[in-house]
Nanobody, 127 residues
């Protein structure tokens, strides 16, 4: 059974950077599309970014494009989300998730496509 554990969240000033990690155990991330979602208080969970099994296809939400970068390290069985130029509106709990849908180069940010979830890590952007 795949298990996902997020880390790297915290408090950062506007314009700062954080790198989130999603460490997988119980199975190889090679078999999954991996995504980052986030949920702010009072709002629905939204897709932030995802990366294909192949690692060469990525998708970003419009709100983070150009600021966030997703990557995967097969040797460490870990996926990262590098977040730069952070804004107060990026404040949320960030979740890592894994999906078995699609093919080798497929991507998806559809919430219902994801079966495995981490516990989340809080990111707060504030001065």
């Amino acid at each position: 059974q795949l298990q996902l554990v997020e880390s790297g969240g915290g408090l950062v000033q506007p314009g700062g950077s954080l790198r989130l990690s999603c460490a997988a155990s119980g199975a190889s991330i090679d078999y999954y599309i991996i995504a980052w979602f986030r949920q702010a208080p009072g709002k629905e969970r939204e897709g932030v970014s995802c990366i294909s099994r192949s690692g060469d296809s990525t998708v970003y939400a419009h709100s983070v494009k150009g600021r966030f970068t997703i990557s995967r390290d097969r040797a460490k069985n870990t996926v990262y989300l590098q977040m730069n130029s952070l804004k107060p509106e990026d404040t949320a709990v960030y979740y890592c998730a894994a999906s078995l849908v699609g093919a080798y180069h497929s991507t998806t940010l559809a919430l219902n496509d994801y079966s495995f979830w981490g516990q989340g890590t809080q990111v707060t952007v504030s001065s």
